[in-house]
């Protein structure tokens, strides 16, 4: 257990933690209602997509005091890691939190709500009406998931608990295991409404992944106009927040941007193929 107020101490699991497609040996929890990978998140998170927070997980986030006689309390077990705040709202100390969370090697997570849990008082941070905030996030305020009707909620008072596992990065399978014409070099392959059809279909799973929504892509025009740098353009608007937003390395494109009027090379094509596979 560990007893304090603005806190976070780390843990190593003994086990592989999988979390929006990276695996975490560590967790970092602070006495303010959540964990986090990667690195420590030293404050409570006011709204869970804050920009700059680390990949984390709330089941209680608020304003809480975890000093003594209250604690933070722990099992670590090749099963899971489970995580207990027996803690008081900072503000009105009257107030008792009873909150855990728990995850699993398999990626599943769980809240858990007993007796207390309601807030009355004020974030001693922001001087606002304390709320709880619920939720995950991926580690960028490009996407985050809440749970509707305990996310910033002011009681959770022996709430039912909750329980998810988050998406992984599993839709990537599901893109063409070989492209047709699995490399596209100038001068040596055909352009085809299939290169684009087959990339379109893989950056929207992405986009799904990461909970963006569909892309309507412009018709093709193959075999009549020729394709433009906006059909390029398109795609790569299209894919480059969907990376960002599953915290995958950034497409590397040669040429930024392709503008009216420039010739459409297969390397643009392979560009983006590189960068969903």
């Known amino acids: 257990m560990f007893q304090g107020d603005e806190t976070t101490y780390y843990a190593d699991l003994a086990f592989t933690f999988p979390y929006y497609g990276h695996d975490y040996s560590r967790i970092y929890v602070n006495d303010n209602g959540l964990v986090s990978f990667g690195y420590a998140s030293f404050i409570r998170e006011r709204g869970i997509g804050n920009t700059g927070s680390p990949p984390l ?42 909150v855990a969370m728990t995850i699993r090697p398999d990626g599943s997570i769980q809240f858990d709500y007993g007796s207390g849990n309601a807030l009355s008082g004020l974030d001693g941070y922001t001087h606002l009406a304390d709320v709880a905030t619920v939720g995950l996030n991926r580690g960028t305020d490009m996407f985050s998931q809440t749970v509707s009707g305990y996310d910033q909620a002011t009681s959770l008072t022996s709430a039912a608990s909750v329980t998810f596992t988050p998406a ?11 492209f047709t014409d699995p490399t596209l070099t100038g001068g040596g392959t055909t352009i085809k409404a299939v290169h684009f059809t087959e990339l379109r279909t893989c950056i929207n799973q992405l986009r799904t992944l990461a909970g963006l929504s569909q892309m309507t892509f412009s018709p093709l025009s193959l075999g009549g106009a020729p394709v433009t740098a906006a059909t390029i353009m398109q795609m790569r608007n ?14 590397a494109y040669g040429r ?17 193929r590189n960068a969903v596979k």
Do not use: H, K
């Not at 992984?168 to 070989?178: G, L, N």
């Not at 480059?240 to 950034?250: G, H, I, M, Q, Y």
């Open 57 to 98: 997980i709330a089941p209680f986030s608020a304003d809480l005091d975890c000093r003594s006689p209250y604690a933070v309390y722990r099992y670590s077990g090749t099963d899971r890691f489970t995580v207990r705040w027996a803690c008081v709202e900072w503000s009105q100390p009257a107030n008792l939190v009873n």
């Open 168 to 178: 992984v990065e599993t839709a990537i399978a599901t893109c063409p295991a070989t």
């Open 256 to 272: 930024i941007p392709i503008i009216a009027g420039m010739t459409i090379l297969a390397s643009d094509l392979q560009e983006i």
């Open 238 to 251: 299209a894919l480059d927040p969907a990376l960002s937003a599953l915290v995958r390395p950034a497409a």
